[in-house]
């Protein structure tokens, strides 16, 4: 059943899962095609997505988008990505020798974070939606568990930082069960 642009904020806006998978199967592969365009990969076009559903439910501007679904997400995914450049851009910039020899020292340190990362990653898509977005919003600086259970209609905050530690156990059971996790425990 094909969903209209109310349908899309509607179901941002209460966390419907069939309205978010229906989301994730109808725009990211525009976006990944968008930011892979621009020098991207299949990973931050999958960050920047999640990114800006999180913050059109955050900031409760779901209700503002005056054009269709698709041309708001898909412009407010690339003006996200274009920051996210400008800013490894300004990065890349301002570094000396000195932090570019540091930075070769680090490289394989690097590599594992991003492993680890990408791994953590595979993890928490086996988790449901909701508790994807509690993980995800909970780990944000200044996001509150008061603001977690009101964006995603739970009762109280503390029913919140509940839900907020079993996804929490359910992500680390996940990782611990994965071989390739003992190799990062050591860290």
């Given at each position: 059943?094909?969903?209209?642009?109310?349908?899309?904020?509607?179901?941002?806006?209460?966390?419907?899962?069939?309205?978010?998978?229906?989301?994730?199967?109808?725009?990211l592969?525009?976006i990944?095609?968008?930011?892979?365009k621009?020098?991207?990969?299949?990973?931050?076009?999958?960050?920047?997505?999640?990114?800006?559903?999180?913050?059109?439910?955050?900031?409760?501007?779901?209700?503002?988008?005056?054009?269709?679904?698709?041309?708001?997400?898909?412009?407010?995914?690339?003006?996200?990505?274009?920051?996210?450049?400008?800013?490894?851009?300004?990065?890349?910039?301002?570094?000396?020798?000195?932090?570019?020899?540091?930075?070769?020292?680090?490289?394989?340190?690097?590599?594992?974070?991003?492993?680890?990362?990408?791994?953590?990653?595979?993890?928490?898509?086996?988790?449901?939606?909701?508790?994807?977005?509690?993980?995800?919003?909970?780990?944000?600086?200044?996001?509150?568990?008061?603001?977690?259970?009101?964006?995603?209609?739970?009762?109280?905050?503390?029913?919140?930082?509940?839900?907020?530690?079993?996804?929490?156990?359910?992500?680390?059971?996940?990782?611990?069960?994965?071989?390739?996790f003992?190799?990062?425990?050591?860290?």
């Amino acid at each position: 059943m094909p969903f209209n642009n109310q349908d899309y904020i509607t179901g941002l806006k209460l966390v419907d899962p069939k309205i978010i998978a229906a989301i994730y199967q109808n725009f990211l592969p525009k976006i990944e095609r968008l930011v892979i365009k621009y020098g991207g990969t299949t990973n931050d076009a999958e960050d920047i997505f999640q990114e800006v559903l999180i913050d059109i439910v955050r900031r409760n501007s779901a209700e503002k988008i005056e054009t269709s679904f698709s041309a708001y997400l898909i412009r407010a995914c690339k003006n996200q990505w274009f920051k996210k450049l400008r800013k490894k851009t300004e990065f890349l910039l301002t570094l000396n020798e000195s932090q570019e020899h540091e930075m070769e020292e680090n490289v394989e340190e690097i590599l594992e974070q991003t492993e680890l990362r990408a791994l953590i990653k595979e993890k928490m898509s086996l988790l449901s939606i909701q508790c994807q977005v509690i993980l995800k919003l909970s780990a944000m600086d200044g996001v509150t568990f008061t603001e977690i259970a009101h964006l995603l209609d739970i009762k109280s905050d503390n029913t919140a930082r509940q839900r907020a530690f079993l996804c929490r156990n359910q992500l680390r059971k996940l990782l611990l069960e994965d071989p390739r996790f003992k190799d990062y425990l050591d860290y």
